[in-house]
């Protein structure tokens, strides 16, 4: 169990009806988001309009009395970020990005071999934010973490799977992007006539499936 007092949390009040809270990273963010969620569903968690959350933070909003919570929220245990429950949302990939060999290299492997790397971990999306549809998916273990390029394109193609640090992402849209590119889906992740528009939300499981 990890004391919320511990990684010292800080609430800060937004406007009149938001807390911004404030901690020691994405895995405590995702820890203090899926802890909001189970009060809220146990129906211990005061009325709030969203829960947002972000890589070091979590944004509640529409509360009635922000102070209140701020000062509950000091005295709470937070419990480890649970395994994530329900059937994965599946993206099916053919890995033939632009850095695949550097991306490889990177992993001390060959290029042929990052496909079933990549693939054969559970990812989670931590939050959602750059562009709609956009996933931080978690789930890479450390010694695969790789870094931004050094100059981001000017264009990354939609669909295109991308690492950068922790995270793995998907492109919704054409768009810049500094990212090592692993390959591509034709997963549609953002569609405003669907409902919900994103494929992916926080807290969901996801996992690459590779096309040969």
């Known amino acids: 169990m990890t004391a919320l007092r511990d990684e010292a949390p800080r609430p800060l009040r937004v406007g009149r009806h938001a807390l911004l809270v404030e901690v020691a990273g994405t895995a405590a963010a995702q820890a203090l988001h899926a802890e909001l969620l189970r009060r809220r ?4 968690l005061p009325p709030v309009t969203e829960i947002v959350p972000a890589a070091r933070t979590v944004l509640l909003d529409g509360l009635d009395d922000p102070g209140a919570l701020a000062a509950d929220l000091a005295g709470w ?10 059937e994965p949302v599946v993206i099916p990939v053919r890995y033939d ?11 001390g492997v060959g290029a042929a071999e990052v496909a079933g790397v990549h693939s054969s971990f559970d990812f989670r999306v931590a939050f959602c934010g750059f562009a ?6 978690t789930g890479l273990p450390p010694e695969l973490h790789v870094p931004r390029r050094a100059t981001p394109r000017t264009a990354v193609p939609a669909g295109s799977v991308a690492l950068a640090g922790p995270y ?19 997963a549609v992740m953002w569609d405003p006539g669907r409902e919900p528009a994103a494929l992916l939300a926080p807290g969901t499981r996801v996992r690459f499936e590779v096309l040969r």
């Open 41 to 44: 569903a146990a129906g211990t």
């Open 97 to 107: 990005g632009e850095d695949l060999a550097e991306v490889a290299a990177l992993w």
């Open 132 to 137: 709609p549809g956009f996933g931080y998916l």
């Open 168 to 186: 793995t992402g998907v492109y919704p849209r054409s768009s810049p992007g500094g990212w090592l590119l692993v390959g591509r889906t034709d």
């Open 77 to 86: 245990t937070v419990p480890p970020l649970p395994p994530a429950d329900g």
